[in-house]
């Protein structure tokens, strides 16, 4: 593929700020916030039923490959319980922060992960300094430079992960326990004391469930080892959601289109959210909660919006915002266009590489549609709270700040949200 290297000097640096509400009234914004208990529990209720079936179906007596055909299907429901989890995550799922936690806690149980861990690496981390090198760090690319300074086992993993290997091992290495169980990493351990709980709970009653599965197995079919019934009933779900998880994430911020950045004052909301991440249409109609986590640009604009409202939210966005919206229908042939050519990025141009330093795409063009533009008087750009840090942290509201608006500012942080504007 024959890409043409721009001098840096031509390359527009212009970014839009960009709201998340400048693409909804006020009235829009309300209906498509609006959660729905009903809808929620019955959501809830119908995955966890099916995540109790298909993991009997994997330890019951049945010829093995019957068995693995439902531990991959046990996968996936771990998969769209998370998601479940990751909206109630936001406060986005149900009336009521209680309630949302706790169904949180209790839908994360089967991919083992921390409420209150994760809080921090998606909502307060991802969502604030989303595709901001150095702060964002859900499949962040290396530069030339950085690869090249890498020792060679680094660069080795680097090539895996940027492989169609790449998601079967990432979510493991990258996130899993270091980042969501218990609370060891530097920015974990600023806040450990509040996440000490989560932590017991998920070690504690994410450990019976997984002991569930092996008398399960035991009580079904006390012919087959412990071993062979973990491996069916535990192992292969869990790697099925762990690489389901990783390609996801992987598709919705890489892109040959879409940017990354490296300089806090070119970064901005609009640029992260709205040009950082990409739709992708998914060719089944089956799975109703996976295909709505792809719709992923209403979700980064207003996290607030329960999944089952993004299809609605999502096409008002396109039709504000246009070609600044990466959108494709995923396929193997576009799967191969992405991993191909998202390797290294040069934060300078805005140009995806490959790992020899040959750029594979178009240098990105921050400012191509020159829409939507708001007046810096009037409406200033929308950035972060705070500005940002290794690692965020709940800072005390200073000494004049009405508590009601102390607490409103942590309510939007924990949800992903950018603070609000006031006149």
């Not at 750029?359 to 400012?367: F, N, R, S």
Request: glycine content about 8%; overall charge positive.
């Amino acid at each position: 593929m024959s890409v043409a290297v721009i001098p840096k000097s031509e390359i527009p640096q212009g970014a839009k700020p960009g709201r998340p509400s400048d693409w909804l009234t006020a009235e829009e914004r309300a209906e498509v916030t609006e959660k729905s208990l009903g809808r929620g529990l019955w959501l809830l209720g119908i995955h966890y039923f099916l995540y109790f079936l298909t993991m009997a179906g994997a330890v019951a007596p049945l010829p093995i490959a019957v068995n693995i055909v439902f531990g991959v299907a046990n996968g996936a429901l771990i998969g769209l319980l998370f998601l479940i989890g990751h909206d109630s995550g936001h406060s986005a799922f149900v009336p009521g922060r209680t309630m949302n936690r706790w169904i949180t806690r209790l839908v994360f149980l089967p991919c083992l992960h921390s409420r209150s861990q994760w809080d921090v690496v998606h909502n307060r981390t991802h969502h604030r300094y989303t595709n901001l090198k150095g702060f964002d760090y859900v499949w962040a690319p290396m530069s030339k430079e950085e690869y090249d300074g890498s020792s060679a086992p680094r660069r080795l993993l680097e090539r895996i992960y940027r492989s169609p290997a790449g998601p079967l091992i990432y979510y493991w290495i990258e996130f899993w326990i270091p980042k969501l169980v218990v609370p060891v990493t530097r920015q974990m351990r600023a806040e450990w004391k509040s996440h000490l709980p989560d932590s017991l709970f998920v070690i504690i009653v994410g450990g019976g469930l997984v002991a569930f599965i092996g008398l399960l197995g035991s009580a079904l079919s006390p012919e087959r080892s412990i071993w062979l019934t973990m491996l069916l009933g535990w192992f292969i779900p869990f790697a099925v959601w762990n690489y389901l998880m990783a390609l996801s994430i992987f598709l919705q911020h890489n892109h040959p289109k879409v940017p990354w950045f490296k300089d806090r004052d070119e970064w901005s909301f609009y640029g992260g959210n709205i040009r950082g991440t990409a739709h992708v249409d998914l060719p089944f109609d089956f799975l109703p909660l996976f295909k709505w986590v792809m719709l992923h640009h209403a979700h980064h604009a207003l996290p607030s919006i329960p999944g089952y409202k993004l299809t609605e939210a999502q096409a008002r966005l396109i039709e504000a915002y246009g070609d600044d919206v990466v959108r494709y229908r995923f396929g193997l042939g576009e799967y191969r266009n992405v991993y191909r050519n998202c390797k290294l990025f040069d934060y300078e141009r805005k140009q995806w590489l490959d790992f020899e330093g040959n750029p594979t795409a178009q240098p990105i063009d921050l400012d191509a549609q020159a829409r939507n533009k708001i007046a810096a008087k009037s409406n200033p750009p929308l950035q972060p709270s705070t500005g940002p840090r290794s690692a965020p942290r709940r800072a005390s509201p200073p000494a004049h700040l009405p508590r009601r608006d102390a607490a409103d500012g942590r309510r939007r942080a924990s949800s992903g949200e950018p603070p609000a504007n006031k006149a």
